[in-house]
C-alpha cells in the first residue's frame, strides 16, 4: 500500500506543476479524488484516483456576495450561515453561473444585519469593495421593507410616517410609506437605523406584527425564497 501523502504533493507529482500551483488548483475546485471534488491541499490521499479537470484555472479565487433569504428570529452567526448557506438550499433562480465551493463561506463579512425578529434580503460578502460601498453609503442607499401591521392609523398618521418623526431625539429624513394592503405598509428609506421602523410605527399608534426586507439599493431578493440563497451576479450593483 502506498504511504498516505498530501493531496496538493500528489498533484504536483501527476501535473509536473509547482505546490502554489497545486494548491491554487485544489482550493478552486478543479481536482477530485475517486470523482469527488476536495478543496483542501492537505487532504490525504494513497492509491485513490486524483484528477484534475480539463478546464481548471490557474488563478485565485474571485471574491463572492451571497443573497439570502433570512428567515424571522434567524441568528446570523458564522456557524448558522455556514449550516444554512448549502448545496441544499441554494436557490434555483441563481443564473449566476458560479461553482459553489466552501472557499465561499470563508471570511464573510455580513453587511446591514436585519434587526432582531426582521426577516428578509441579507448580504454576506467576501468582496471589501461590496462592504465597504454598503458601510461607508449606508445613509444614502435606500431599502425597502414591507411591514405588517396592527392598529389604526389615520391620514395624518401616514403622513407622520413619510415626513415629521423623531427618533433618538433627531429628526427622521423623509421617507416614502404607503400601504401595500389593509394590514401591511411599505416603507422605502434610508439610513435605517436598528428599532426606526419599529419606533415609527408606535409613534402613530400601529404595532409591528412582521418585518420583511425587499430591497437594498439596486439589489433585490425578488423570487428568492425564505431560506434560500444565491451568489450575486457580477452585473448586480447596489
Not at 181 to 208: D, W, Y
Request: hydrophobic letters at 40%.
Amino acid at each position: 500500500m502506498t504511504e498516505p501523502i498530501r493531496l496538493a504533493k500528489r498533484l504536483v507529482e501527476l501535473k509536473q506543476c509547482s505546490r502554489r500551483e497545486a494548491e491554487l488548483y485544489i482550493a478552486g475546485g478543479w481536482v477530485s479524488v475517486d470523482g469527488v471534488v476536495v478543496e483542501e491541499p492537505q487532504f490525504m490521499v494513497s492509491e485513490q484516483m486524483v484528477e484534475l479537470h480539463p478546464d481548471a484555472k490557474l488563478t485565485p479565487l474571485p471574491p463572492v456576495s451571497i443573497l439570502f433569504h433570512q428567515p424571522p428570529d434567524v441568528e446570523m452567526t458564522a456557524d448558522s450561515i455556514r449550516q444554512m448557506i448549502c448545496a441544499d438550499t441554494r436557490s434555483p433562480e441563481d443564473h449566476s453561473g458560479i461553482r459553489p465551493l466552501k472557499q465561499h463561506l470563508l471570511h464573510l463579512t455580513h453587511c446591514l444585519p436585519l434587526q432582531a425578529g426582521a426577516s428578509g434580503l441579507a448580504v454576506l460578502t467576501q468582496d471589501f469593495r461590496v462592504s465597504r460601498k454598503l458601510a461607508d453609503d449606508a445613509n444614502t442607499i435606500e431599502q425597502e421593507y414591507v411591514v405588517e401591521v396592527s392598529g389604526e392609523l389615520s391620514a395624518e398618521g401616514l403622513q407622520s410616517l413619510n415626513h415629521g418623526l423623531s427618533f433618538n431625539s433627531k429628526p427622521l429624513a423623509p421617507a416614502k410609506v404607503s400601504w401595500q394592503n389593509e394590514t401591511r405598509l411599505r416603507f422605502a428609506l434610508k439610513g435605517v437605523q436598528p428599532g426606526q421602523i419599529m419606533h415609527m410605527c408606535r409613534s402613530v399608534g400601529l404595532e409591528v406584527k412582521l418585518m420583511k426586507r425587499l430591497r437594498i439599493g439596486r439589489v433585490s431578493m425578488a423570487k428568492l425564497a425564505q431560506g434560500q440563497w444565491r451568489y450575486m451576479a457580477g452585473y448586480e450593483r447596489f
